[in-house]
């Protein structure tokens, strides 16, 4: 099975910064990578799928790239309703589904 | 616009068993797959099994196999988990979603449950 290792698991921030939060696969699996939010209460928000593709709706300063891999969100001029709980998914139809361990971005 | 409701919590003695609904509504239920998960308080989301509605095809993770059973009633537009011989350990908020696509296997989730907390307790 492939694993996931997401990091850091906590990041302090303020309005205003460009954050950035790292998922690494044991194995390669194209781009074939999905990023969610979640809020407390508010349930998962699908970000980027495809380790690149805004869905929509979702606001541009929100973005995903990477391969292979070693895959990134980065989130630009953080908003205070950006904070929040950040999660990877691999979706390699030759893998089993698995997440990432999740990203909380808090108020510095 | 597309809702996916979830059943209410649950409180559940060891060695029992639990069944989870996820209604959905704004879309044709048989056109994508429903993934459940699950997130215990301090560990990593971990995949149960999926359902594609259309044709009732199911795929469960190793860790759960012999103990959940997905399962859907089209007319309805309602997929259900039950997991059996419940343990401490599956305390846990369990969360529905529904895949871009048909097929569970190599896909993304673009909506979401709002979440049932089952707690197993004595």
């Known amino acids: 099975d492939i694993q996931m290792t997401q990091s850091p698991s906590t990041l302090s921030a303020s309005v205003g910064d460009r954050v950035t939060i790292t998922c690494r696969t044991s194995?390669?699996?194209?781009?074939?990578l999905a990023w969610y939010q979640q809020k407390p209460g508010k349930g998962f928000k699908l970000l980027i799928y495809?380790?690149?593709s805004l869905e929509s709706g979702v606001p541009s300063r929100f973005s995903g790239s990477g391969s292979g891999t070693e895959f990134t969100l980065t989130i630009n001029s953080l908003q205070p309703d950006d904070f929040a709980t950040y999660f990877c998914?691999?979706?390699?139809?030759?893998?089993?589904?698995?997440f990432g361990g999740g990203t909380k971005v808090e108020i510095k | 616009q597309v809702h996916l409701v979830q059943s209410g919590a649950e409180v559940k003695k060891p060695g029992a068993s639990v069944k989870i609904s996820c209604k959905a509504s704004g879309y044709t239920f048989s056109k994508n797959s429903i993934l459940w998960v699950r997130q215990a308080p301090g560990q990593r989301l971990e995949w149960m099994g999926w359902?594609?509605?259309?044709?009732?095809?199911?795929q469960y993770s190793e860790k759960f196999q012999g103990r959940v059973t997905i399962t859907r009633d089209t007319p309805a537009s309602t997929a259900y988990m039950e997991l059996s011989s419940l343990k401490s350990e599956d305390t846990a908020m369990y969360y529905c979603?529904?895949?871009?696509?048909?097929?569970?296997?190599?896909?993304?989730?673009?909506?979401w449950g709002q979440g049932t907390l089952v707690t197993v307790s004595s």
């Open positions: 495809d380790a690149s």
């Open positions: 998914q691999q979706y390699n139809s030759y893998s089993p589904l698995a």
């Open positions: 194995q390669g699996i194209s781009t074939w």
């Open positions: 979603a529904r895949g871009r696509f048909f097929y569970g296997s190599g896909n993304y989730y673009d909506y």
């Open positions: 359902i594609s509605p259309g044709n009732g095809n199911t």
